[in-house]
């Protein structure tokens, strides 16, 4: 038999560990083999309709174990068996696809807002299915194009390739078990490779899988994926035996010996032990082998006590949330733990019980992150990103548990695992931030209780929604008849009574918590409930309408005292935007999926590409109105949302949450193609929303900390505008308010928007967000000023209402430069009225910014003057002439009159001499009063402004002298002096130079100080002019310097010829060289001597051996000076002699002083 021996099997092909029910007897065989064990059907046989026993036995192989139908019936005919066998395998495509990719989506179904690429849409249609007896509807396929991206690495993708390249083979179905190999095709790094695939089924469930590849994760591998469309795609080709019990019953015992030997021989490596293990314990009496009657056979299918659940990895699961968590917020993993919340969204919907097994497992990960003890004992919230992610979990903990048919002992089990969680340490609380909790989710007038102090509130997790949902049922009649029916009414004769169960044309209402109901209405949806929870949504509508109509009836009779008050205490104090239950996208997405339109020809291929979504109407099912559909209801309800006026809430994840929910619902809102009649939908509810008072935040009055409208105004202004102008505009100004600044901040500039934390949150410290409401308010006003452009009396409108609401100078800045870009086109004239509007904008921002600092400041005087420019000259004249209420003095010469006499600012307005001599007028009439104000800074651009005019020129310089004592320092008057002799005023150079050294104070040791050159340009200039110049500045040298080298340096150029005498008429220079023994030098040679005898005693008290060196050169510099004198070398040697007498301890400078000096 050697010769006969193959090679072992993989250790991999070993049958999955499925469940081995003892087999006590196989059922007496029929007559012939039945269908499925030929290799086809006759074209007859398949173009003929469903047999009886096929319908049969689908029904029971889909919802009977195996082991209940032999248990039930004593005998089973061979025929029926391999029927049930046959139909046991799973048929419908989708749910491969949803154990092998993240996202599969059927066309007409809105996937989770999370997902994320890789998905693979499916299509729903007919399919042939041999062995079935015809046509079978609703088997689900997967269509195979698409181009390759991101999506083909999918292993559903993977496998679909690997079944249409005919890499399938050797498939065998025993019983409830299929076998076959796939071979990977060889590539350019890879050879060819042949993997072993078994997989174990029940109830048309894959219930486990093993492939001898190895590799592991979430999903099926392609392999198993190929195995198992080759099966639903081509039953006809698959070889089919009944579970191996039954083969083995047929056997004599010399037939059942020969087996037992021949499968020993082909595999003795692996089960030679383990068949003598068997042996010896079925030979002893007493084993517990023989305890039991029959034996475990794999291909038999599960027993009646197994779970009947698709095959989940469990352990796969946990690792990779744990491996997502560990990555933080980088590589994606926020991504693909989304993913896996989408996933689990998918199985729910399938109504699968792997969602709510799935989600357990991600939620004890969750709970196990590290990161949760560190932020608890730092004190620090978690992460932004972090956060979304247990938003998410804990949403899908409400769907789970609200699952209208989930058993008692299942939302039990869900309560004690959740309490269990709730009550550790680490568990994230619901707000995030430890403030103010947010009301029970069973509470339908949340209003009521949040007057109490927090402190007294239990602790409230993020588990505790989904806790109090446990309590939630669906046995109410009143509930079930509007899940189940969409024509359940009130009784005509009812109908003018007051009902909290219907509304006055009978419609059903739903009462209840908005967010809870509205949970309701998602856990339906989820769940695969699609109609019931189209008929809870539109009850949930017509309630809220009724609510709406009360509110505004009991406004009228209160309008005369709140608009006398001007502010409402009145307010929700629950949002429904950025509610962690999203009402609002629940009650959209649930009513617009019906709508969607989806275009089967395209396939989504994974690549992440976004196609917005058509809508059509579809009638309300049941609505005696025939122009209602769920697009207006959907669109309807969404307004009311956002209209909503909401307290904000508490702490800055829950306002950056309520900023962001409110962005993406109008990213969805805005996805909607508005045609007449949701035109008149969104006409009807805007007038409601300006109408309804305090109750909406578009209302005439508002609570002063009410959530500002400006974002979803700005929708509501787009999409009016083109339908009814006048609307828009009112809908947008009444939005423009910002009611928490108005009372303070109408007279003090904010300043700089504010991202984050606000910088004035002493003032507000609950607003967080505050400079991102005020930078959508300036959004706002923007959009309304780009589609007012040319209309002069609306643009007034609107500059009044920006001016009175908006109180940051950087936001109206910026919206003065938007104003102007607009106004000024590069292809068009200029629109003057909007021009208009830049300028007041940016004369506002001068007045807010004039006594703040502001880094941009200089950035907007200039801009101002550009934009006064385009106007034209009267706002040249005007900001001229009332500079002191704009600019600094110093910004009105340097910046503003400069610019404006400039010689582009001439051309760019041609102006004539009349024109061009008033604006003149007006900057030298600034300039004065400017170096009146702030002579130190504004007198030299006054003078340089006035020097074309005489008299004001002469005012200026006037100013000058007169402030030269007070307030000046000497580099101020030394420019000033510089720029007098620059135009030709030598003489008056001079005395502002000799003002200028009378403020000047050198140390000996400020040898490099910056006023230097400029005290060595004072003495030229006086030398130049003469010696009486020379002889009065050199005492106020000699007063005002004390370091000998820059003495010694004045001293040398004094002594040379004089450099000229600076162009003045009747003086000429004699060229004789001045004496330093005769006045005016004699003094400051005096000087000079008596500065280096000071300084060398000065250098000596603290001088280093490192420095000796320098110290000589400077006596030698000193010595030069010294022999100016006349007795020069007897001082200087005198000198000498007293430092050697003085110093004498310091032998080794001496002895330096002694080589050098004698």
Same mark, same amino acid.
């Given at each position: 038999m050697a010769e006969g021996r193959r090679?072992?099997?993989?250790?991999?092909?070993s049958l999955p560990p499925a469940s081995k029910r003892p087999c006590l007897r196989p059922a007496p065989r029929g007559p012939g083999p039945g269908p499925g064990y030929s290799s086809g059907l006759t074209s007859y046989r398949q173009r003929s309709p469903e047999s009886l026993l096929d319908c049969a036995a689908k029904a029971v192989a889909e919802k009977w174990a195996f082991e209940r139908v032999e248990e039930r019936f004593e005998r089973i005919p061979e025929p029926v068996q391999r029927r049930i066998v046959y139909w046991s395998f799973p048929r419908n495509e989708k749910e491969i696809c949803m154990y092998s990719s993240f996202q599969c989506r059927v066309f007409g179904e809105e996937g989770p807002s999370t997902a994320t690429t890789g998905a693979v849409v499916v299509g729903v249609g007919p399919t042939t299915t041999a062995g079935g007896g015809g046509t079978t509807t609703g088997t689900t396929t997967v269509g195979t194009t698409g181009g390759v991206g991101t999506g083909d690495a999918l292993p559903f993708r993977r496998g679909i390739r690997l079944l249409d390249t005919g890499c399938v083979e050797n498939v065998l179905q025993v019983g409830f078990h299929l076998s076959g190999t796939v071979t990977e095709p060889a590539t350019t790094l890879d050879p060819e490779v042949t993997?072993?695939?078994?997989?174990?089924?029940?109830?048309?469930?894959?219930?486990?899988?093993?492939?001898?590849?190895?590799?592991?994760?979430?999903?099926?591998?392609?392999?198993?994926?190929?195995?198992?469309?080759?099966?639903?795609?081509?039953?006809?080709?698959?070889?089919?035996?009944?579970?191996?019990?039954?083969?083995?019953?047929?056997?004599?015992?010399?037939?059942?010996?020969?087996?037992?030997?021949?499968?020993?021989?082909?595999?003795?490596?692996?089960? =030679?032990? *383990?068949? /003598?293990?068997? %042996? !010896?314990?079925? @030979? #002893?009496?007493?084993?517990?082998?023989?305890?039991?009657?029959?034996?475990?056979?794999?291909?038999?299918?599960?027993?009646?006590?197994?779970?009947?659940?698709?095959?989940?990895?469990?352990?796969?699961?946990r690792e990779q949330v744990k491996h997502f968590l560990s990555q933080g917020g980088y590589y994606g993993s926020g991504k693909q733990i989304n993913s896996?919340?989408?996933?689990?969204?998918?199985?729910?919907?399938?109504?699968?019980?792997?969602?709510?097994?799935?989600?357990? =497992?991600? *939620?004890? /990960?969750?709970? %196990? !992150?590290?990161? @949760? #003890?560190?932020?608890?004992?730092?004190?620090?919230?978690?992460?932004?990103?972090?956060?979304?992610?247990?938003?998410?979990?804990?949403?899908?903990?409400?769907?789970?548990?609200?699952?209208?048919?989930c058993k008692s002992e299942e939302k039990s089990s869900w309560l004690m695992q959740m309490k269990k969680w709730s009550d550790m340490d680490v568990c994230p609380l619901e707000d995030g931030n430890y403030g103010r909790e947010l009301p029970n989710i069973t509470n339908a007038l949340p209003q009521s209780n949040l007057a109490q102090d927090s402190l007294s509130r239990p602790r409230r997790t993020v588990f505790s929604r989904a806790v109090e949902a446990c309590n939630l049922h669906w046995q109410g009649s009143h509930l079930q008849r509007i899940i189940s029916s969409d024509y359940y009414m009130s009784p005509s004769y009812q109908r003018d009574e007051e009902s909290l169960l219907f509304n006055p044309q009978g419609l059903p209402l739903w009462l209840d918590h908005v967010p809870?109901?509205?949970?309701?209405?998602?856990?339906?949806?989820?769940?695969?409930?699609?109609?019931?929870?189209?008929?809870?949504?539109?009850?949930?509508?017509?309630?809220?309408?009724?609510?709406?109509?009360?509110?505004?009836?009991?406004?009228?009779?209160?309008?005369?005292?709140?608009?006398?008050?001007?502010?409402?205490?009145?307010?929700?104090?629950?949002?429904?935007?950025?509610h962690p239950l999203d009402p609002i996208g629940c009650l959209f997405t649930t009513l617009t999926e019906t709508c969607r339109v989806d275009d089967d020809s395209t396939m989504d291929t994974g690549e992440g590409e976004h196609r917005r979504p058509v809508y059509h109407h579809v009638p309300v099912w049941g609505s005696h109105d025939g122009g209602e559909s769920y697009l207006t209801l959907a669109l309807e309800v969404t307004l009311m949302g956002m209209g909503q006026q909401?307290?904000?809430?508490?702490?800055?994840?829950?306002?950056?949450?309520?900023?962001?929910?409110?962005?993406?619902?109008?990213?969805?809102?805005?996805?909607?193609?508005?045609?007449?009649?949701?035109?008149?939908?969104?006409?009807?509810?805007?007038?409601?929303?300006?109408?309804?008072?305090?109750?909406?935040?578009?209302?005439?009055?508002?609570?002063?900390?009410?959530?500002?409208?400006?974002?979803?105004?700005?929708?509501?202004?787009?999409?009016?505008?083109?339908?009814?102008?006048?609307?828009?505009?009112?809908?947008?100004?009444?939005?423009?308010?910002?009611?928490?600044?108005?009372?303070?901040?109408?007279?003090?500039?904010?300043?700089?928007?504010?991202?984050?934390?606000?910088?004035?949150?002493?003032?507000y410290p609950r607003w967080f967000t505050l400079g991102h409401l005020e930078t959508q308010q300036c959004e706002l006003a923007s959009t309304m000023l780009t589609a007012a452009k040319g209309d002069m009396l609306r643009l007034r409108t609107i500059l009044e209402v920006i001016q009175k609401n908006i109180h940051s100078s950087s936001l109206i800045f910026k919206l003065a430069q938007d104003a102007f870009k607009i106004a000024t086109p590069a292809d068009s004239p200029p629109d003057i009225t909007l021009l208009n509007v830049a300028l007041e904008l940016g004369l506002q921002v001068m007045r807010m910014t004039l006594s703040t600092l502001n880094w941009r400041r200089r950035e907007m005087v200039r801009w101002l003057v550009t934009c006064a420019t385009e106007v034209g000259l009267r706002a040249l004249v005007s900001i001229l002439q009332s500079w002191y209420t704009l600019f600094t003095p110093t910004e009105s010469t340097s910046i503003v009159a400069a610019t404006v006499m400039s010689h582009n600012t001439i051309l760019r307005l041609s102006l004539d001499y009349n024109q061009?001599?008033?604006?003149?007028?007006?900057?030298?009439?600034?300039?004065?009063?400017?170096?009146?104000?702030?002579?130190?800074?504004c007198a030299l651009s006054a003078l340089t402004l006035c020097e074309k005019d005489h008299i004001t020129f002469e005012t200026a310089y006037q100013i000058v002298i007169d402030a030269a004592s007070t307030g000046m320092t000497y580099s101020q008057l030394f420019t000033i002096a510089r720029y007098m002799e620059h135009r030709g005023y030598p003489l008056r150079s001079f005395k502002l130079a000799s003002l200028a050294m009378s403020h000047l104070n050198l140390a000996y040791n400020q040898d490099t100080h910056p006023a230097i050159n400029d005290v060595l340009w004072a003495c030229s200039l006086s030398h130049s002019l003469g010696k009486n110049e020379l002889a009065a500045i050199i005492p106020l040298v000699v007063k005002g310097v004390h370091c000998a080298t820059v003495l010694s340096d004045i001293l040398r150029r004094c002594?040379?010829?004089?450099?000229?005498?600076?162009?003045?008429?009747?003086?000429?220079?004699?060229?004789?060289?001045?004496?330093?023994?005769?006045?005016?030098?004699?003094?400051?040679?005096?000087?000079?001597?008596?500065?280096?005898?000071?300084?060398?005693?000065?250098?000596?008290?603290?001088?280093?051996?490192?420095?000796?060196?320098?110290?000589?050169?400077?006596?030698?510099?000193?010595?030069?000076?010294?022999?100016?004198?006349?007795?020069?070398?007897?001082?200087?040697?005198?000198?000498?002699?007293?430092?050697?007498?003085?110093?004498?301890?310091?032998?080794?400078?001496?002895?330096?002083?002694?080589?050098?000096?004698?």
């Open positions: 090679d072992p099997p993989h250790p991999l092909l993997h072993k695939v078994a997989i174990s089924f029940d109830r048309c469930k894959i219930t486990s899988v093993t492939c001898s590849c190895g590799d592991r994760d979430i999903f099926y591998c392609a392999h198993v994926v190929a195995l198992s469309l080759y099966r639903i795609r081509k039953p006809e080709q698959v070889k089919l035996r009944l579970p191996i019990s039954e083969t083995l019953f047929q056997m004599n015992r010399d037939q059942l010996q020969k087996l037992v030997q021949y499968l020993i021989t082909a595999h003795h490596t692996e089960v =030679l032990p *383990t068949a /003598q293990k068997l %042996a !010896d314990e079925i @030979l #002893s009496s007493n084993s517990e082998i023989n305890q039991v009657h029959g034996a475990p056979d794999p291909t038999a299918g599960a027993s009646i006590d197994d779970d009947n659940c698709w095959h989940l990895d469990e352990d796969q699961v896996m919340f989408a996933k689990v969204r998918e199985m729910l919907r399938m109504r699968d019980s792997n969602g709510a097994r799935m989600l357990t =497992l991600i *939620t004890e /990960q969750f709970m %196990a !992150d590290p990161r @949760l #003890s560190l932020w608890r004992q730092q004190g620090a919230g978690m992460t932004d990103k972090c956060r979304q992610l247990w938003d998410e979990l804990s949403a899908l903990w409400v769907c789970v548990v609200l699952n209208p048919h809870t109901a509205c949970a309701r209405v998602d856990a339906l949806r989820s769940h695969g409930y699609s109609r019931e929870a189209l008929r809870l949504a539109v009850a949930i509508i017509n309630t809220l309408r009724l609510l709406q109509q009360r509110e505004m009836d009991i406004y009228r009779h209160q309008k005369k005292d709140l608009l006398q008050r001007g502010v409402t205490t009145t307010t929700n104090l629950e949002g429904w935007v950025g909401r307290i904000m809430p508490e702490g800055l994840y829950a306002q950056e949450k309520v900023c962001r929910n409110e962005e993406q619902i109008v990213t969805k809102l805005q996805e909607l193609e508005l045609d007449n009649v949701l035109v008149q939908t969104l006409r009807r509810q805007a007038i409601q929303l300006l109408e309804a008072g305090p109750f909406s935040g578009l209302g005439e009055v508002t609570h002063r900390e009410s959530v500002p409208m400006h974002t979803f105004a700005k929708y509501l202004f787009s999409a009016l505008l083109p339908h009814d102008a006048d609307l828009a505009y009112k809908v947008a100004l009444r939005a423009m308010r910002l009611p928490v600044l108005e009372s303070s901040a109408a007279s003090v500039d904010i300043g700089q928007p504010r991202h984050g934390i606000s910088i004035i949150t002493n003032r061009r001599e008033e604006l003149a007028s007006c900057a030298r009439t600034l300039a004065l009063q400017c170096a009146m104000k702030d002579p130190q800074n002594t040379m010829t004089a450099p000229g005498l600076a162009g003045i008429p009747g003086r000429r220079n004699s060229g004789k060289l001045m004496a330093t023994d005769k006045a005016p030098l004699r003094q400051l040679l005096d000087a000079t001597i008596s500065a280096y005898i000071n300084t060398t005693h000065s250098r000596l008290t603290h001088i280093s051996p490192r420095h000796y060196g320098e110290f000589i050169e400077f006596l030698s510099k000193a010595r030069e000076t010294f022999l100016l004198a006349q007795d020069g070398h007897i001082q200087f040697g005198q000198f000498i002699d007293n430092l050697k007498q003085i110093y004498k301890g310091k032998k080794k400078l001496m002895m330096l002083v002694r080589e050098r000096f004698g």
